[in-house]
């Protein structure tokens, strides 16, 4: 799979925000339609996207990145940094307000990245759904989960700052994870092992999603091939690689 991402025609939406004056009361007028700034940096901003996919019993908010780049590997450091701290800072705000909470990157229309302007998504909800995949490591797991790596020869990156490594039991194929105990360095971290990944399979599509957790934990799942459809935050369902060979193919182990 190659990422194809949607044409934005004449005018990008986010740059379009990204250009127009705030009012006194933090909104942001893009013709007829209001968006609500709720945080503001020289490298991104959160806009309050009021088209929750759960409606009434959820919300959601946009981290949108102030340069027009489409994937995360092209961000420098100062931005990705700033990046992930405005959706660490969003998820927390979001989970006092709600029972579940979801915040992850989609750059590819095949992982259903709608704008090829490079954003963020906090998305929450108050109904009982059910999740694919659990959006909760306690330390004991974590540290399981490295330890199998580092076993197995899985490891992208194993220093003080963080650990990035091909997950041994990956909830898709080829999936990368990545922890680390701030945002600085988990940006350096996911910034470097998709690039890898890019440089070893082609300009894929992909997307990054943080897990709650002791430390900062984020998962990279890379897109191979498209065979179905998944629920709609994961985009599409792919054909599975060996963890072994994705670490192969990245000079691994």
């Not at 091939?225 to 599975?240: H, K, W």
Request: hydrophobic share 45%.
């Amino acid at each position: 799979m190659r990422r194809t991402l949607p044409d934005p025609g004449e005018r990008c939406v986010f740059c379009g925000l990204a250009a127009t004056p705030v009012s006194v009361t933090n909104d942001i007028q893009n013709g007829d339609d209001v968006s609500h700034l709720e945080r503001d940096s020289p490298f991104s901003f959160v806009i309050a996207n009021r088209w929750s996919p759960f409606g009434p019993a959820g919300g959601a908010d946009l981290v949108i990145t102030r340069r027009h780049v489409t994937d995360f590997e092209s961000l420098g450091s100062d931005e990705s940094a700033d990046v992930l701290t405005a959706m660490l800072e969003v998820r927390a705000r979001h989970r006092t307000e709600f029972r579940r909470t979801l915040a992850f990157v989609n750059v590819g229309l095949e992982v259903n990245g709608t704008q090829p302007h490079l954003h963020g998504q906090i998305v929450s909800t108050n109904v009982d759904v059910t999740a694919p995949v659990s959006m909760t490591v306690d330390a004991t797991s974590l540290d399981e989960d490295i330890a199998l790596a580092r076993q197995h020869g899985l490891m992208l990156k194993d220093s003080s700052e963080s650990v990035s490594y091909v997950a041994w039991a990956p909830t898709t194929t080829g999936e990368i994870r990545v922890v680390a105990q701030d945002p600085t360095n988990l940006a350096e971290a996911l910034r470097a092992a998709i690039t890898d990944l890019v440089h070893a399979f082609g300009s894929l599509a992909y997307n990054i999603v943080l897990l709650h957790g002791p430390r900062l934990v984020a998962q990279i799942l890379p897109r191979f091939t498209a065979v179905g459809v998944l629920p709609p935050y994961f985009g599409m369902a792919v054909i599975m690689i060996p963890p072994s060979d994705v670490a192969n193919a990245l000079a691994l182990g």
